[in-house]
């Protein structure tokens, strides 16, 4: 068995319909070759259970790091180390919640490595370490007011967790050093039985 006919076999088959156009730009795109297809869709769905169907919700969008400089060069640093404290405090601990359905380290690194640069393409995303000790690293070149900000948003998601973190901030990367606290917890969304009894 060659590697084309192993990777269709892990996979589990489903039959859809498409629109007569998309299947026409398709067939252009891989030139006919099944397998190919096959990759295609898959990442098409891929993507879009990952980042797309959020998109709307969250305000996600993919931006130009040229034009990402330009507008950080506007924000001085303790502005953007308070909007990075603010954003870490709300808007990501309630996108972690709803993407992941719980919220613990795994689910916060999980975020910056493949919302924040895989499909944001805000940086590039290093980790290394173990559980109990991490360095992640997010690369760009986007200035100091950037690495403050990310800086922020992730202290404030490591404060939340009661994570012991040091930040090293420079003109074109942020590095995390993380060390697990023994008092690490893991939140999960409160279920509609318990909203119900904290209102009453």
Known sequence: MNLAEILVERRT???????????????KMVGGHNLEVNVLVNKAITRYIEWGRY????????????????????VTVGEAREMG????????????????RKFDLDSVLKTFEVIGAEYANAYVYSEFGDK???????????GLSASAYYGASFKALCDRLGVRCELEESEDQMIC???????????????????LAKQS
């Open 132 to 142: 109990d000790s991490r360095t992640i690293i997010l690369r760009h070149s986007m």
């Open 13 to 27: 088959r489903r039959t859809f319909t498409i629109d007569p156009g998309v299947s026409e730009k398709i067939d």
């Open 55 to 74: 998109v709307d919700s969250f305000k996600l969008v993919t931006s130009d790091p040229r034009l990402m400089k330009t507008l950080w060069s506007h």
């Open 177 to 195: 050093k993380i060390s697990r606290a023994s008092t690490l917890k893991t939140i999960a969304p409160k279920t509609l039985k318990e909203q």
């Open 85 to 100: 404290t603010k954003n870490g405090k709300d808007t990501v601990v309630e996108f972690i919640l709803y993407y992941f």
